[in-house]
């Protein structure tokens, strides 16, 4: 779950305790009120109901009136008719009404759950008419909380649709906010997901948004700028380690062929000489010694041979590179007639003498896996121009395919490819192909872009 809906749903939570809370208040407040209307209103109608009599009281008993004193009772209680809050009934010393109040019917009636819920006691009270009537009338007064409970119940509910108004425009109100404020959130996180992926890949985020995302924003930038730079003085160094290692190699292949070299074909024409002189002469023992003496040096001479093979790719300084791949495509085809080696350079190449000892590695090592792992019947090599200023290097076999576990060759061979290339700014992919075998793709630059691209990064 986002960042974004966890704040909504959070804020969304909050609005919905404080309106629980604010409806238990209110409750509570509205307990409290009913209960304080009914006293009220039972003592107003005590005390409304008391003056009354007591002007009754003061007439004269042998005094005749237009009406008997129970009609007089009777409209006193219909006055009330119409109190929301109060019922007065007269009645007979039996118990039974005379007559009754009626109360005033409310707007929209409360729940009986809510007026239950208030538990506010119906309070009643009685009036004797000692002194008034002497039939032994009297009053009875009693509180309704129905119509008090009805208008809290009004009060609420307009609180309650006003509350949920207003979450119902905080919300969109706020994950719209949000959205804006963690914009910048996710520029950095898809960022620092490019910087995963390889410290040149990033680009600068936006520095915007509120001041802490921006002050991460130009820590971000600063921070790729300076991985940027470690990255180009990485990549120098590897081209600098890759051109002192050649270098290295041509001195020692220069040593092997002009020091030792010359020194072998003396001792093999030394030993042919003795090896002659003993035939002459019918020394059996010198002869065999000769012999193996021959042997040993035709075996050293073939060894230095393959040393200076490893150590400098055969015919790349003087025939070039399309001739040195076709060499070592021959190579394989004559020790593995059953595996078909296509070879295609596009003519004219020009990367320098480290572009095209690297490629001439990438493509030995990977025939190399291909005919010793893969058991392929086909083998592709194509060396092409890229419409990047680039040239790619592809060897695409159909044998058996990668193992799940990972590359066949777990040493120094894939490692170095991908150190050679690295070294150029170039990349390598190895993988499996859908329709089966292992592709082995690496994309270097053209040697000016390998020198423009050293330019800005020393600027």
Do not use: C
């Amino acid at each position: 779950m986002s960042l974004r809906i966890r704040l909504v749903l959070s804020i969304a939570l909050l609005l919905l305790v404080s309106l629980a809370t604010g409806g238990a208040a209110a409750w509570l407040r509205a307990e409290h009120s009913v209960r304080t209307e009914m006293e009220a209103a039972l003592s107003v109608g005590q005390h409304t109901i008391s003056s009354a009599l007591a002007h009754l009281a003061v007439r004269p008993a042998d005094q005749p009136g237009d009406e008997d004193m129970a009609t007089i009772l009777t409209r006193l209680v219909r006055a009330f008719n119409g109190d929301r809050h109060l019922k007065v009934s007269l009645r007979r010393p039996g118990g039974s009404a005379i007559a009754t109040s009626t109360l005033a019917s409310p707007d929209h009636a409360a729940p009986a759950w809510f007026v239950r819920s208030l538990d506010v006691p119906q309070l009643s009270a009685e009036m004797p008419l000692p002194g008034v009537s002497g039939d032994g009338l009297w009053l009875r007064l009693e509180t309704d909380p129905a119509g008090e409970a009805s208008e809290v119940w009004g009060e609420l509910g307009d609180d309650a649709v006003m509350m949920l108004l207003f979450s119902a425009l905080a919300l969109p109100m706020v994950y719209w906010t949000l959205g804006r404020a963690l914009r910048a959130v996710d520029r950095l996180s898809k960022a620092f997901a490019e910087v995963g992926q390889g410290a040149e890949m990033a680009r600068p985020v936006t520095e915007a948004g509120p001041p802490e995302l921006r002050r991460l924003a130009v820590g971000f930038n600063r921070m790729i700028a300076r991985l940027a730079a470690a990255e180009a003085r990485n990549r120098r160094l590897h081209e600098q380690l890759q051109t002192i290692q050649e270098e290295e190699r041509a001195d020692l292949a220069r040593d092997l062929h002009d020091e030792v070299g010359p020194y072998l074909f003396a001792i093999n024409v030394d030993v042919t000489a003795l090896l002659a002189a003993a035939e002459r002469s019918g020394d059996a023992v010198a002869l065999e010694q000769a012999r193996a003496a021959r042997e040993a040096v035709a075996h050293v001479q073939q060894e230095v041979k393959a040393i200076l093979g490893r150590l400098r790719p055969p015919g790349l300084s003087d025939l070039g590179l399309d001739a040195a791949l076709n060499n070592l495509a021959a190579f394989w085809r004559a020790r593995r007639p059953d595996v078909d080696i296509a070879v295609t350079v596009a003519p004219d190449l020009r990367l320098g003498e480290a572009g095209d000892t690297a490629i001439y590695r990438v493509v030995q090592e990977s025939l190399s896996n291909a005919v010793r792992h893969g058991r392929p019947h086909t083998v592709a090599v194509t060396v092409l121009p890229t419409p990047a200023d680039g040239v790619a290097v592809e060897v695409v076999d159909d044998g058996e395919g990668l193992p799940p576990e990972g590359a066949p060759d777990t040493g120094y061979g894939l490692r170095g490819m991908a150190e050679r290339v690295a070294a150029l700014g170039g990349s390598l992919e190895v993988g499996n192909r859908p329709e089966g075998g292992v592709r082995v793709r690496a994309l270097l630059p053209l040697t000016g872009s390998v020198d423009a691209l050293t330019a800005r990064e020393a600027a």
